[in-house]
């Protein structure tokens, strides 16, 4: 999945057809599509994720953790790989972290980015108690070079979570392609001493070219309930 020694894949799957929302879509005329096309999009589009370096903050105040409880540093690689033919339009990540008991999401990187053009984030650990988050425009002539990079994010990304145990990273590409690749910091206080469990999901709609409409998938149930270590 990626070259990086720094990531180890955790899974990358295959994204089936969202039939449930693919009728309600149909049903209210959103979409018009034929068995021929929902065929073509079976089993092609497909989502990777990988688990980066994973670092214990030290220098949070213990009053800030309180007794038994580790903070986490822990870094994703979202990515994308699209049929041929289709192109993503917008996909959303939910990392859940009910498997491990009493796990809080503190923060999240890239947060927020609205706009018109791709930000560039860059992502630092401030006092041990949250993410410096700074992002930054690119310039015009470094926009084509960079836009490939992993912490450059869509013109639109909406995220929810902290201070709960699940949290959803919301992609837009604002009617272009969603870059493939997009790298992702979570900011979790646990149990001290316990495995930090999580499980993951993913939906997304893809465009087929030469077509306006958009189709909604999502993985594969039994993938959903899996669960993956990340500390």
């Given at each position: 999945?990626?070259?990086?020694?720094?990531?180890r894949a955790l899974f990358d799957s295959e994204?089936?057809?969202?039939?449930?929302?693919?009728?309600?879509?149909?049903?209210?005329?959103?979409?018009?599509?034929?068995?021929?096309?929902?065929?073509?999009?079976?089993?092609?589009?497909?989502v990777a994720l990988a688990l980066g370096p994973v670092e214990r903050v030290t220098d949070a105040p213990a009053s800030e953790l309180g007794p038994g409880v580790a903070r986490w540093d822990i870094s994703l690689l979202c990515v994308l790989h699209p049929s041929p033919g289709c192109a993503f339009r917008r996909a959303?990540?939910?990392?859940?972290?009910?498997?491990?008991?009493?796990a809080v999401v503190r923060d999240m990187s890239p947060r927020e980015?609205?706009?018109?053009?791709?930000?560039?984030?860059?992502?630092?650990?401030?006092?041990?108690?949250?993410?410096?988050?700074?992002?930054?425009?690119?310039?015009i002539d470094t926009r084509r070079e960079r836009a490939s990079t992993r912490n450059v994010h869509e013109p639109t990304v909406v995220t929810s979570g902290r201070g709960f145990s699940r949290a959803f990273w919301d992609f837009r590409s604002g009617g272009g392609r969603l870059q493939p690749d997009r790298e992702l910091r979570l900011l979790v206080d646990a149990p001290d001493g316990a495995p930090l469990l999580a499980r993951f999901?993913?939906?997304?709609?893809?465009?087929?070219?030469?077509?306006?409409?958009?189709?909604?998938?999502?993985?594969?149930?039994?993938?959903?309930?899996?669960?993956y270590r990340l500390a």
């Open positions: 999945m990626t070259t990086d020694a720094r990531y994204l089936e057809v969202d039939e449930a929302d693919l009728k309600a879509m149909v049903r209210r005329g959103e979409v018009v599509v034929d068995d021929h096309d929902v065929a073509l999009l079976r089993h092609r589009n497909r959303r990540l939910t990392v859940d972290l009910r498997p491990t008991a009493s980015v609205h706009g018109d053009q791709p930000l560039e984030i860059t992502t630092t650990v401030e006092a041990g108690l949250k993410f410096a988050v700074i992002p930054s425009v690119l310039e999901n993913l939906t997304a709609t893809v465009a087929v070219d030469g077509a306006a409409q958009l189709i909604p998938l999502l993985r594969r149930r039994a993938e959903i309930d899996q669960t």
